[in-house]
């Protein structure tokens, strides 16, 4: 399977942002998903696409027992392994979709920015049930379907080049994305709210928790970060295993 990660010009590029430079400080929508973690003193807990493993390193400081980041890329894998290759972490390389999901193994599992790039998610959301233990927690942060419905995933500008509005368009049609983001054609995939809640749901998940993504004060003068709060970029969602 290919990925956009391990292209040098993207991965460098990616390197350059705010959230690889700084961690979770500089990531906007930290300060929502921070408080949705379970207690993790002595649990177990996986991190579906972990890129530099940021959350696999904070789960350790919480206390986790046993940590394990798993992701596509071999350049963001051994880019983790450098960053937060705390004792008690481990890495593969490995696709969400083909990782084994061993049944009644995971306290908490986590998984940030990487589920929409997963066609059959409703198909990951049922592994992840499946591997959790019972009351386990599923705590996923994913671009919202207003965010990736669109075409080219970007505002429609005005002839001064300023944001106008933000296109919502082919909404109810799932399915690949081919998008513009650091340089890259990236492809990513469109699911809907419903899809996404309802998946959930219907693979014996309770809903603890919806949030839409909101920059904190502190960051609203960043370059377009006022422009966050026009339209929602992600959504995180709290589930847990009845
Ligand atoms: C935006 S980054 C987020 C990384 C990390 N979760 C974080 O929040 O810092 C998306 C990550 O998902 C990974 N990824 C994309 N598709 C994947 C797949 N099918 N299986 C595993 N990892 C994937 C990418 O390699 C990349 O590291």
């Known amino acids: 399977m290919n990925n956009e ?8 590029q990616y390197a350059q942002m705010p959230r690889s430079r700084d961690g979770l400080t500089a990531a906007g929508e930290w300060h929502q998903l921070k408080p949705l973690f379970p207690a993790l003193q ?17 789960a350790a400081e919480q206390g986790a027992e046993r940590v394990l980041g798993i992701d596509l890329s071999e350049k963001m894998i051994s880019e983790a392994k450098k960053r937060n290759g705390e004792p008690g972490i481990e890495y593969r390389v490995c696709g969400i979709e083909e990782y084994g999901y061993p049944e009644n193994t995971w306290d908490c599992v986590v ?14 959301f049922q592994k992840a049930h499946h591997t959790l233990t019972p009351g386990g927690i599923f705590l996923l942060n994913m671009e919202h379907p ?26 109810f049609m799932p399915g690949e994305r081919k998008t513009h983001f650091l340089g890259c054609d990236v492809r990513k995939q469109h699911h809907t709210l419903t899809q996404i809640l309802m998946g959930l749901l219907n ?16 960051m609203l003068d960043l370059p377009g970060m006022r422009d966050e709060l026009r339209r929602p970029m992600m ?7 009845t």
């Not at 959504?235 to 295993?241: D, E, I, Q, T, Y």
């Open 5 to 12: 990660y391990d292209n040098e010009g993207f991965f460098n």
């Open 42 to 58: 002595g649990k177990s807990v996986l991190d579906l696409g972990c890129g530099y493993g940021w959350h696999c390193r904070f």
């Open 111 to 124: 998984s940030n920015l990487a589920l929409h790039y997963i066609e059959d998610i409703r198909q990951i």
């Open 146 to 171: 207003v965010f990736t419905a669109g075409v080219g995933q970007d505002w429609l500008y005005t002839e001064a080049g300023v944001p106008w509005c933000w296109p919502v368009d082919q909404y």
């Open 203 to 218: 693979s014996g998940f309770t809903l603890e928790a919806v949030k839409e993504a909101e920059p904190p004060v502190e």
């Open 235 to 241: 959504l995180l969602v709290r589930a847990r295993k």
